[in-house]
């Protein structure tokens, strides 16, 4: 599977981006979609995810200003940022898993960073 992020940038405080994830197959097909961050010098941090099944889970963080999104025709999850903070800043990863036949976790995709900058 492959992983296409886009729609990084730079945004004022209290400004919103949306961050799309393309990949080459269905979401539908995949049983984890989401997006992880890296803040310089911090560690990979789960932001939020979309699961088979249909729940979704937040970071406490991002929790009434992030939206999760899927649109399996598109074969895309978007991540609407809303009431960006300077510590949204960060290295933005989309990422995708596979279950095993058991239910664990099997393989897991990465797409590319991309950069999102929140200015004070």
């Known amino acids: 599977v492959q992983l296409q992020a886009s729609g990084g940038g730079l945004v004022q405080t209290g400004g919103s981006l949306t961050l799309s994830c393309a990949a080459s197959?269905?979401?539908?097909?995949?049983?984890?979609m989401g997006w992880y961050r890296q803040a310089p010098g911090k560690q990979l941090d789960l932001v939020a995810r979309?699961?088979?099944?249909?729940?979704?889970n937040y970071t406490e963080s991002v929790k009434g200003r992030f939206t999760l999104s899927r649109d399996n025709a598109k074969k895309t999850v978007s991540l609407q940022m809303n009431s960006l903070k300077p510590e949204d800043t960060a290295v933005y990863f989309c990422y995708a898993e596979e279950f095993t036949p058991w239910g664990t976790t099997g393989r897991i995709y990465w797409g590319q960073g991309t950069q999102v900058t929140v200015s004070s």
């Open positions: 979309y699961i088979s099944g249909g729940s979704i």
């Open positions: 197959r269905s979401p539908s097909s995949l049983n984890v």
